[in-house]
């Protein structure tokens, strides 16, 4: 995402949240107003949309000091940012800021722990995001499983191959499917999604580059590990382990040998991370 456009979004969540204007403050302090201010952490998780939070301010008129950046642990009590401007202004970007900040914040800390759970028995898996996000704020979820150093998968469907259960029923079979890609010769890395051990198989037969073990159980997918070190083929297939995996089980997988695990958990079930804003000056 462009500067450019990730500041017509922001200006876009500021238009949404200001409505026709706020009329609370617009009443209650005069324009000339001037007031400092803190954003302070409520909870302990990963920092993540600091520099998006801050954006929103300097786009309101407010000056912002970053005192925590990007991927930092953060704990009750500390000042993430130290904010100074027109009184009017800094209550006004409020709650977009902290609204961005918390949920992405949120996601990163469900992401590191994933990660943490996962390398505990894989050191060297991925933890990637699906792109289970919410509308128009993909660019933000997958930036914050990217800072907590997840990675952020496909952004959209234009980015890589990926013939899922839908496209299968329609075409008719994994063979011919990768065909079809395999004829062109021009998409790039082939992802095929697979949810038997012999479709697994199937797949890497016909030349997939990566197949996404689709809502396979840690003893199906070891299974499908077997079959393809019996044929000469594991080497040649990246695989990926994906569907209702979370904290409680994502080191099960990881201890198969996947290169990669996928999983909406930090988009979709984690909780945002509070924080608050005080006002503690008033020039």
């Known amino acids: 995402m462009t500067e450019a456009y990730l500041r017509k979004k922001i200006r876009e969540m500021l238009a949404e949240d200001l409505g026709k204007g706020d009329v609370t403050s617009n009443t209650l302090i005069g324009p000339r107003l001037r007031a400092r201010a803190e954003v302070i952490s409520k909870q302990t998780g990963v920092l993540a949309g600091a520099k998006e939070a801050a954006m929103v301010f300097r786009e309101a008129g407010v000056r912002v000091k970053l005192l925590r950046r990007d991927g930092d642990n953060i704990r009750p009590g500390e000042v993430i940012m130290e904010l100074e401007g027109p009184a009017r202004k800094i209550l006004a970007a409020e709650r977009v800021a902290l609204n961005l900040m918390m949920r992405m914040s949120g996601i990163a800390t469900a992401t590191r722990e994933l990660i943490r759970l996962a390398r505990k028995e894989n050191p060297k898996v991925v933890v990637a995001a699906t792109r289970k996000t919410a509308p128009l704020l993909k660019y933000f979820d997958k930036r914050a499983v990217k800072i907590a150093g997840g990675s952020p998968h496909r952004f959209d469907l234009s980015e890589q191959v990926l013939i899922k259960d839908n ?39 016909a ?27 594991r080497k040649r297939v990246s695989l990926e382990a994906s569907g209702g995996i979370t904290p409680a089980n994502i080191a099960e997988y990881a201890a198969t040998g996947v290169e990669t695990i996928s999983t909406s958990y930090m988009t979709m079930r984690s909780h945002a991370v509070d924080m608050a804003l005080k006002v503690k000056k008033i020039n």
């Open 167 to 205: 496209h299968l029923r329609l075409v008719g079979s994994i063979t011919a499917a990768v065909r079809k890609f395999k004829d062109r010769g021009d998409f790039g890395k082939i992802e095929v999604e697979a949810t038997t051990p012999e479709e697994v198989l199937e797949a890497a037969r």
């Open 207 to 233: 030349g997939a580059d990566i197949v996404m073990l689709d809502n396979m159980t840690p003893k199906q997918i070891l299974t499908a590990i077997k079959l393809l070190e019996k044929e000469g083929l």
